[in-house]
């Protein structure tokens, strides 16, 4: 007989369609709990439904493994300096893309813009990361934000190995100082403009993060609103339902009292017809 492990189980629960994570999750922790992983269950239902977006990532590492190492390994190359990988990163990121529509239709869900720019940066996280920690592989409940400039992503500045300058010709004391100093100043421009774009990323990042917190927040209002509506509609069904039962109990005693008199007078014509025979 097979035994349900919590790491079986996570990778099971997270292969499944999104529509029915959740109860795929509290069948899952009912089997460990009665296979006696009490820890195991309740870690697993613990684990949040993630958002469409992570989920399509997660589906990625589950059928399109190949292309999704490919995405860590030219991730790894040009973090080791190997920036001739980059073009080949890129393509990893948009293969995976592209498949993440492919997902998305057969699952009739829509592949909207917004949807797939969060899996594009959420990809880019996990190859700047070089992995999946904290989470299992294949098994995020929520997006990932890739850090600053150094992550590696098609939405993301790849940085480029600094040229080293070639040492001026000899020259006079003061055309070396004039030298320095106009190097000096071209460093600190590229520093302020560095800066100035990291500071416009991390507002545009900040507003995203706003714009989807808010999102959110409607999406789950109006999820509730649509669970109040159905427990209502399921609370006014349960009472009808117990009406009904009252009503054919009543009628169900009310045979039986018939069926017993019945029966009653069955007995009595059974022992005048006894009694004319003798």
Same mark, same amino acid.
């Given at each position: 007989?097979?035994?349900?492990?919590?790491?079986?189980?996570?990778? %099971?629960?997270?292969?499944?369609? #999104?529509?029915?994570?959740? %109860?795929?999750?509290?069948?899952?922790?009912?089997? #460990?709990?009665?296979?006696?992983?009490?820890? !195991?269950?309740?870690?697993?239902? =613990?684990?949040?439904? +993630?958002?469409?977006?992570?989920?399509?990532?997660?589906?990625?590492?589950?059928?399109?493994?190949?292309?999704?190492?490919?995405?860590?390994?030219?991730?790894?190359?040009?973090?080791?300096?190997?920036?001739?990988? %980059?073009?080949?990163?890129?393509?990893?990121?948009? !293969?995976?893309?592209?498949?993440?529509?492919?997902?998305? !239709? /057969?699952?009739?869900?829509?592949?909207?813009?917004?949807?797939?720019?969060?899996?594009?940066?959420?990809?880019?996280?996990?190859?700047?990361?070089?992995?999946?920690?904290? /989470?299992?592989?294949?098994?995020?409940?929520? /997006?990932?934000?890739?850090? !600053?400039?150094?992550?590696?992503?098609?939405?993301?500045?790849? +940085?480029?190995?600094?040229?080293? =300058?070639?040492?001026?010709? +000899?020259?006079?004391?003061?055309?070396?100082?004039?030298?320095?100093?106009?190097?000096? @100043?071209?460093?600190?421009?590229?520093?302020? @403009?560095?800066?100035? @774009?990291?500071?416009?990323?991390? =507002?545009?990042?900040?507003?995203?993060?706003?714009?989807?917190?808010?999102?959110?927040?409607?999406?789950?209002?109006?999820?509730?609103? @649509?669970?109040?509506?159905? #427990?209502?509609?399921?609370?006014?069904?349960?009472?009808?339902?117990?009406?009904?039962?009252?009503?054919?109990?009543?009628?169900?005693?009310?045979?039986?009292?018939?069926?017993?008199?019945?029966?009653?007078?069955?007995?009595?014509?059974?022992?005048?017809?006894?009694?004319?025979?003798?």
């Amino acid at each position: 007989m097979r035994v349900m492990r919590y790491e079986h189980a996570v990778e %099971t629960l997270f292969q499944a369609p #999104l529509d029915q994570l959740v %109860t795929e999750r509290k069948r899952l922790a009912a089997e #460990l709990k009665a296979e006696g992983d009490k820890t !195991g269950a309740a870690r697993l239902a =613990r684990l949040t439904r +993630p958002p469409i977006s992570a989920w399509v990532v997660d589906q990625l590492w589950w059928r399109a493994r190949p292309a999704f190492e490919a995405l860590f390994d030219t991730a790894e190359r040009v973090r080791r300096g190997d920036f001739g990988a %980059t073009a080949a990163h890129r393509e990893a990121i948009a !293969g995976l893309r592209a498949r993440a529509v492919q997902i998305l !239709g /057969d699952a009739q869900h829509v592949a909207n813009e917004v949807t797939l720019r969060r899996v594009t940066q959420t990809l880019s996280a996990l190859a700047a990361a070089g992995g999946w920690d904290p /989470d299992a592989p294949g098994a995020l409940t929520a /997006d990932r934000d890739p850090p !600053g400039f150094e992550a590696i992503g098609i939405n993301n500045v790849i +940085p480029f190995p600094v040229q080293p =300058r070639r040492a001026p010709e +000899p020259a006079s004391a003061a055309s070396d100082t004039e030298t320095t100093a106009v190097h000096h @100043r071209s460093d600190a421009d590229e520093i302020k @403009r560095r800066r100035d @774009r990291e500071a416009a990323a991390a =507002r545009a990042q900040a507003a995203a993060e706003l714009r989807r917190a808010e999102a959110e927040r409607a999406r789950a209002a109006a999820e509730r609103q @649509r669970l109040e509506a159905a #427990l209502r509609t399921a609370q006014g069904d349960v009472l009808q339902r117990e009406r009904e039962v009252i009503r054919l109990e009543r009628d169900l005693a009310t045979a039986r009292n018939l069926v017993a008199q019945a029966r009653a007078v069955v007995a009595d014509l059974e022992d005048r017809l006894a009694q004319l025979d003798n």
